[in-house]
Nanobody, 122 residues
């Protein structure tokens, strides 16, 4: 099995910065993709950024302000958020997909974190 633990959310003033972390643990064999999504009240969940072997991808609304990265040795992903705006306020979710070992078999996984609140005040 795989567990995801998110951290780093909080309250920040507009123009400030936060860094979110997503730590994956368990019998992980590989992490193919890692992504960050967010959901504001009354809105659908939307993609913020993803990272895979082929590179990174960002929503237009965060390009130039947010940076996604990962530490493969630690099975941890990060989202550095700079120049935050009130419209960035949302619950941020980490998603990761890859393979893990059951001890006998190799299985694919696609898990979501519990979410972390980011609030940007004006």
């Amino acid at each position: 099995q795989v567990q995801l633990v998110e951290s780093g959310g909080g309250l920040v003033q507009a123009g400030g910065s936060l860094r979110l972390s997503c730590a994956a643990s368990g019998s992980i064999l590989s992490i193919a993709t890692m992504g960050w999504y967010r959901q504001a009240p009354g809105k659908q969940r939307e993609l913020v950024a993803t990272i895979a072997s082929g590179g990174t991808n960002y929503a237009d609304s965060v390009k130039g302000r947010f940076t996604i990265s990962r530490d493969n040795a630690k099975n941890t992903g990060y989202l550095q958020m700079n120049s935050l705006k009130p419209e960035d306020t949302a619950v941020y979710y980490c998603n990761t997909a890859g393979t893990y070992s059951t001890g006998t078999y190799v299985r694919k996984y696609d898990y979501w974190g519990q979410g972390t609140q980011v609030t940007v005040s004006s």
